[in-house]
C-alpha cells in the first residue's frame, strides 16, 4: 500500500464549476500537508501549504485537512480553463523538511 | 530574477550508459533537492544536497549519486541505466530554513533509456 493514495482521474468538468480533489494517506506521522499544480511539461508550483486539521482559503482555493480521518481536500471554486493541469498532494512529518512524499497526481480538465 | 533552471530539457540514452543532469537554483538559495517522476506517478524524492554534502536520501540505489558545487549548483548522476530509469528528473531548491513554502521546482530534465 502505497503512504499517499490519490485518484489520478482524468477529471473533466465544465467552466464555473467546483471542484474537488482528494487524498488519503496512512502515515500518522505526517503534518503538513501541501498542494501543487503542475502544468503539462512542467515542474510542480505550490499552491497551497497547511498544518495539521482545518482549512485554508486563498482566493478560489481551499485546503481542507482531516486527521482523524487521514483525508485532505482541495477545492476550486469558479474553475477556469487555466485551472487545467495535474493536481498532486504532498506531505511530509514535520516542518522545514523537503522529503516530500507525494500523491500520484489527479490530471483536471476544465471544460469552456 | 532566474527561477531553478535545469539541462538539458531532453536526454535520451541506452541501457547500461552513464548519465549527468545539471541544476542551478533560484538566485539566492542555498539547498537543492532531485526528485524522479515516471509517468503517471507523482515525484519520489532521490536526495538533498547542502553545503555540499548529501543531507537526506530517499530510497534510490548508489547507481544515483549526487555533487553540489561551492556555487549552490548540483549534478545527479546515474550510472549503468535501466530502462525504469525513464523518467523526468525534477530539481527543485529552496534556502536552509524551517520552511516548505520556499521550495521551487525547475521544468526538469525529460530522460528517454532506450
Known amino acids: 500500500q502505497k503512504e499517499v493514495e490519490q485518484d489520478p482521474g482524468p477529471l473533466s468538468v465544465p467552466e464555473g464549476a467546483i471542484v474537488s480533489l482528494n487524498c488519503t494517506y496512512s502515515?500518522?506521522?505526517?503534518?503538513?500537508f501541501m498542494w501543487y499544480r503542475q502544468y503539462s511539461r512542467k515542474g510542480p508550483e505550490l499552491l497551497m501549504y497547511?498544518?495539521?486539521?482545518g482549512n485554508k482559503e486563498d482566493g478560489r482555493f481551499t485546503a481542507q485537512v482531516d486527521k482523524s480521518s487521514k483525508y485532505i481536500s482541495l477545492f476550486i471554486r469558479d474553475s477556469q480553463p487555466s485551472d487545467s493541469a495535474t493536481y498532486l498532494c504532498?506531505?511530509?512529518?514535520?516542518?522545514?523538511?523537503?522529503?516530500?512524499?507525494f500523491g500520484t497526481g489527479t490530471r483536471l480538465t476544465i471544460i469552456p | 530574477d532566474a527561477g531553478v533552471t535545469q539541462s538539458p530539457t531532453h536526454l535520451i540514452k541506452t541501457r547500461g550508459q552513464q548519465v549527468t543532469l545539471r541544476c542551478s537554483p533560484k538566485?539566492?538559495?542555498?539547498?537543492v533537492s532531485w526528485y524522479q517522476q515516471a509517468l503517471g506517478q507523482g515525484p519520489q524524492f532521490i536526495f538533498q544536497?547542502?553545503?555540499?554534502?548529501?543531507?537526506q536520501r530517499g530510497n534510490f540505489p548508489d547507481r544515483f549519486s549526487g555533487h553540489q558545487f561551492p556555487n549552490y549548483s548540483s549534478e545527479l548522476n546515474v550510472n549503468a541505466l535501466w530502462l525504469g530509469d525513464s523518467a523526468l528528473y525534477l530539481c527543485?531548491?529552496?534556502?536552509?530554513?524551517?520552511?516548505?513554502?520556499?521550495?521551487?521546482f525547475g521544468s526538469g530534465t525529460q530522460l528517454s533509456v532506450l
Open positions: 538566485s539566492g538559495h542555498d539547498t
Open positions: 502515515n500518522s506521522a505526517f503534518q503538513y
Open positions: 544536497y547542502y553545503e555540499e554534502e548529501e543531507r
Open positions: 497547511t498544518y495539521s486539521s
Open positions: 504532498a506531505m511530509v512529518p514535520n516542518f522545514g523538511n523537503e522529503k516530500l512524499t
Open positions: 527543485a531548491s529552496s534556502l536552509a530554513g524551517p520552511s516548505n513554502e520556499k521550495l521551487f
